[in-house]
């Protein structure tokens, strides 16, 4: 069975880009090793999450590797479901971190052709990201 968890959360204490591109670099590698497709964004000391792929391997990832993370706090689900579909498997290889207005303008557009898959889960992702990018 497919699953999707999107969250937020916030840093503890901040990190600097080089540390920031670290984390990214790692989790990206390690999602895509997992089959975890997905997208991770950082701003202003705050994350969003949403990743996908087989249900078990998902909660664990969340349950037990992310929500144990002491690198960040206030960690808030938005949605936690059952998907149809994995959205990001032909998205920048799978898994992406974004930190540069070049890749958020990638993944907007990105997520506006996404839209018209007609899935409700989509459209709630797309607004989501959109409006946590725009705090930028």
Do not use: W
Request: glycine share 6%; aromatic share 12%.
């Amino acid at each position: 069975m497919l699953y999707g968890i999107c969250y937020v959360s916030t840093l503890r204490s901040p990190l600097d880009s080089h540390e920031l591109r670290e984390l990214f670099v790692f989790c990206a590698t390690k999602n895509i090793a997992e089959n975890v497709s997905g997208v991770l964004l950082h701003n202003s000391g705050n994350f969003l999450q949403y990743f996908e792929g087989d249900e078990l391997k998902i909660k664990e990832l969340f349950y037990s590797k992310i929500k144990k993370d002491t690198r960040h706090k206030n960690i808030i689900t938005l949605f936690e479901k059952e998907i149809n579909d994995l959205y990001f498997t032909g998205y920048k290889a799978g898994f992406t971190s974004i930190m540069e207005d070049n890749q958020i303008g990638s993944l907007r557009s990105y997520l506006n052709l996404l839209k018209y898959l007609d899935s409700s889960e989509m459209e709630a992702l797309s607004k989501t990201v959109n409006s946590f990018l725009s705090a930028k």
